[in-house]
């Protein structure tokens, strides 16, 4: 466990190549602190240095072989050395970030929405999924077995096999059929 005095608002936490990060989002300039997950190497308050018109910042996340986290203007993304190539602006992620394989997931807290892109933020989709309410986190499970697009179709009753009437041995072709048979059956009797 670190004992580090100096987190300014950490909003969110990613792990990924053996590193921790986490957002110091009211620090003035706001930044993205980082250390081993072992404690080497040592804690860095500012590994990534941003700009105050950037705040706030939260949900670094890894993937790729690079750091994922939001901004007010949208996501941004450094390679693990802490060089900040751009973002995608425009794109809320303040529900949360994750990857998964060669794709960037976020959740759009105000929106109701799960965005997603490449990871190097071509072929955006900032609705993926919608109707969500406000969702604050989010996570994909690789495992997991699609739903149907498709509607599920209605259960069929099981066939029944034709009953033989006891007296006289005559095969019913529907469990109607052997009811009525039965009956008739039962009237003659009391005849």
């Given at each position: 466990?670190?004992?580090?005095?100096?987190?300014?608002?950490?909003?969110?936490?990613?792990?990924?190549?053996?590193?921790?990060?986490?957002?110091?989002?009211?620090?003035?300039?706001?930044?993205?602190?980082?250390?081993?997950?072992?404690?080497?190497?040592?804690?860095?308050?500012?590994?990534?240095?941003?700009?105050?018109?950037?705040?706030?910042?939260?949900w670094?996340?890894?993937?790729?072989?690079?750091?994922?986290?939001?901004?007010?203007?949208?996501?941004?993304?450094?390679?693990?050395?802490?060089?900040?190539?751009?973002?995608?602006?425009?794109?809320?992620?303040?529900?949360?970030?994750t990857?998964?394989?060669?794709?960037?997931?976020?959740?759009?807290?105000?929106?109701?929405?799960?965005?997603?892109?490449n990871?190097?933020?071509?072929?955006?989709?900032?609705?993926?999924?919608?109707?969500?309410?406000?969702?604050?986190?989010?996570?994909?499970?690789?495992?997991?077995?699609?739903?149907?697009?498709?509607?599920v179709?209605?259960?069929?009753?099981?066939?029944?096999?034709?009953?033989?009437?006891?007296?006289?041995?005559?095969?019913?072709?529907?469990?109607?059929?052997?009811?009525?048979?039965?009956?008739?059956?039962?009237?003659?009797?009391?005849?």
């Amino acid at each position: 466990m670190y004992a580090y005095p100096d987190l300014e608002g950490p909003r969110g936490i990613g792990v990924g190549s053996g590193l921790v990060y986490w957002t110091n989002g009211d620090a003035s300039p706001p930044s993205v602190g980082r250390a081993g997950v072992d404690g080497t190497p040592a804690p860095v308050k500012n590994f990534v240095l941003l700009s105050d018109s950037l705040k706030p910042i939260a949900w670094p996340t890894v993937g790729g072989g690079r750091l994922y986290f939001a901004t007010i203007f949208g996501l941004f993304s450094t390679d693990l050395n802490g060089t900040l190539p751009g973002g995608l602006v425009g794109s809320h992620a303040f529900g949360g970030i994750t990857t998964f394989g060669s794709r960037l997931y976020w959740a759009n807290y105000t929106e109701g929405t799960v965005g997603r892109a490449n990871l190097d933020f071509s072929s955006p989709d900032f609705a993926f999924m919608r109707g969500l309410g406000n969702p604050t986190g989010i996570a994909v499970d690789g495992g997991a077995t699609p739903a149907p697009s498709s509607p599920v179709a209605p259960a069929v009753a099981p066939k029944v096999a034709p009953k033989k009437c006891k007296k006289h041995k005559k095969k019913h072709r529907s469990a109607s059929a052997a009811k009525k048979h039965k009956k008739k059956c039962k009237k003659k009797r009391r005849k």
